[in-house]
């Protein structure tokens, strides 16, 4: 063996005095950038390796032997250099990191010599040994239940608000349990089982810290556990009672299966919580664009909208900033709600938690609803019909309701007739002109859109007297409004209308003409 596959062996074979976990990340040829399909291994670090009990990692670049040897050395060090780099958003600066070239490397798989190696060490502690000191210890011939001192009840409800991920620390497996569940007393109170080499089932309790996890808009503290796999996947989490026991209360066997587990329709409520919305551009739309972290998804596991059982959710992988992965749906909107995504997830046969599936929690207020008050108005505006431009100045009672808007004015216009008119409107689609709307939110931080454009159609009939005559018509119209539903807005809305008119009266030249109208509203008075 050459010195330097040697120097090389022992850096990653010397981590057999601690725990250790590697993986290689490969680069091109002559190249030290990293590739997404490689950078995708580094992403999953965080949900496969447990990094709060982590040592110390090591980077170690390596180069295959095309090339001059001082410029592969320096190749292996960049290349080290840039995973490195890239890791610093998941290591903690608590963990020492060690960054290490070392150059040209010969082994037989030539894609591996252009590679670097993360290694992720972690010393093994007192503290991790199975059996603690008051724990419970049930010899595995022992019911462990109601015929021992205490009642063991799986928290189902707490798991319904939990993300669990799999991940290894040395060659044990174990469970990273995160939850943004807010009763904290209930946490604190969870217990958990392993097993020992004696053949026992020890009962100890769930410590939990609080622990960032997540990027981007997931990225936040949140309450963390970890728990050796095995016992997990058998006894779960569960709390202790004194006796009597209730029905969900479970005999703990260690060659037996938990007896009074079932499925249950629930509602995914992690997921709920980390989901991002986005509003559509035409704002009366029933539904919403949504996108949730991609590790928080179980592809392989059926999601269902609300209630409905065959109503699945539809997930398409997307890339976002940082070439972050994530998956995008749709959503119906329910009111002010956003329909809840829901799934099967275990529970107790004897007293299932109730669904909820069609109590929707997260709000959302896409537009500002308009002030329904009957308010007093004054109108400026103009209109145009004949070749000939007239303005006028109204005061009246106007009241505006979701989809429509009502109003009766009088005043006078520019050639100092008496103008009335009764105006009604139909608002049939709405889009924003705040264009910050239309991006990715979180749903308690999204503000509701207060100034934003509405379709309409409508009829109005108009009332001219005048030197000149007195004139009654009736037009029907399409228009845009331009509305402004914030707190104490001084103009309410701006709009333009354009139609035809039907002349009642019989004094204009055509009993059918077109016409054009443009106006503000201005709140004078609210009753």
């Known amino acids: ?61 390596m180069a295959d032997s095309v090339g001059k040897i001082n410029a592969n050395l320096k190749l292996s060090e960049k290349r080290a250099q840039q995973v490195e780099k ?15 070239a070392s150059g040209e490397a010969t082994q037989s798989n030539l894609e591996l010599n252009r590679c670097v190696y993360l290694i992720i060490y972690s010393k093994t502690k007192k503290s991790e040994t199975i059996e603690l000191p008051g724990n419970d210890s049930i010899p595995s011939s022992e019911n462990f239940s109601a015929t021992a001192t205490a009642c063991y009840d799986i928290d189902y409800e707490v798991l319904h608000h939990c993300h669990l991920r799999l991940v290894t620390k040395g060659k044990k497996e174990f469970i990273v349990i995160e939850t943004e569940y807010y009763d904290w007393k209930k946490l604190e109170k969870l217990f958990f089982a392993d097993f020992n080499k004696a053949g026992k089932i020890i009962v100890k309790p769930l410590r939990w810290k609080n622990i960032s996890s997540g990027s981007l808009w997931w990225g936040k503290n949140r309450n963390t556990a970890i ?3 095995e016992g997990f996947k058998k006894f779960k989490l569960f709390r202790k009672h004194p006796l009597p026991c209730g029905d969900c209360s479970e005999t703990f066997k260690i060659d037996e299966p938990l007896k009074k587990v079932d499925t249950c329709f629930q509602v995914d409520y992690f997921l709920m919580y980390n989901l991002q919305i986005k509003i559509p551009f035409f704002l009366n739309r029933p539904w919403i664009n949504a996108r949730v972290p ?18 699945r ?6 890339s976002g900033r940082k070439n972050k992965k994530y998956y995008f749906t749709r959503l119906p909107l329910r009111l002010l709600y956003v329909e809840n995504i829901t799934r099967y997830m275990d529970c107790c046969s004897f007293n299932p938690e109730p669904s909820e599936c069609d109590r929707p929690f997260i709000g959302i207020c896409p537009m500002a609803p308009p002030d329904k008050s009957l308010m007093l108005i004054f109108e400026p505006g103009y209109y145009y019909q004949f070749q000939k431009n007239l303005g006028y100045a109204l005061i009246g009672l106007s009241k505006t309701c979701d989809y429509s808007h009502i109003c009766l004015l009088s005043g006078i216009d520019s050639d100092r007739n008496w ?8 608002y049939f689609l709405n889009f924003p002109f705040k264009i910050a709307a239309l991006s990715w939110q979180t749903p308690s931080k999204a503000s509701s859109i207060s100034r934003y454009g509405r379709f309409f159609v409508g009829t109005e009939i108009r009332a001219i007297a005048g030197d000149a005559g007195n004139y009654y018509s009736q037009s029907v119209h399409v228009g845009l409004a331009c509305v402004n539903y914030g707190r104490l807005p001084f103009f309410q809305r701006i709009f333009v209308q354009y139609g035809l ?9 055509h009993r059918v003409f077109p016409l054009l109208e443009a106006g503000i509203n201005f709140k004078l008075l609210k009753f």
């Open 419 to 426: 103008y009335s008119l009764l105006r009604y409107q139909f």
């Open 294 to 311: 991609r590790e928080y998804v179980d592809i392989s596991v059926a999601y269902y909208i609300g209630c409905k059982r065959d109503w």
């Open 313 to 318: 959710v539809r997930w398409a992988e997307k």
């Open 227 to 229: 728990v050796p796999r």
């Open 86 to 100: 890239y890791c610093k958003k998941f290591i903690s600066e608590k963990i020492p990191v060690r960054v290490s």
């Open 1 to 61: 063996m050459s010195k330097k596959n040697f120097a090389l062996f022992f850096i990653l074979f010397s981590g057999r005095l601690v725990c250790q976990d590697t993986i290689s990340v490969l680069f091109k040829t002559g190249y030290s950038k990293l590739e997404n399909k490689e950078a995708e291994k580094l992403d999953i670090i965080p949900l496969s390796y447990d990094l709060t009990e982590a040592d110390s990692v090591h980077f170690v670049g």
């Open 501 to 509: 008119s039907l002349d009642y009266a019989g004094n204009y030249s």
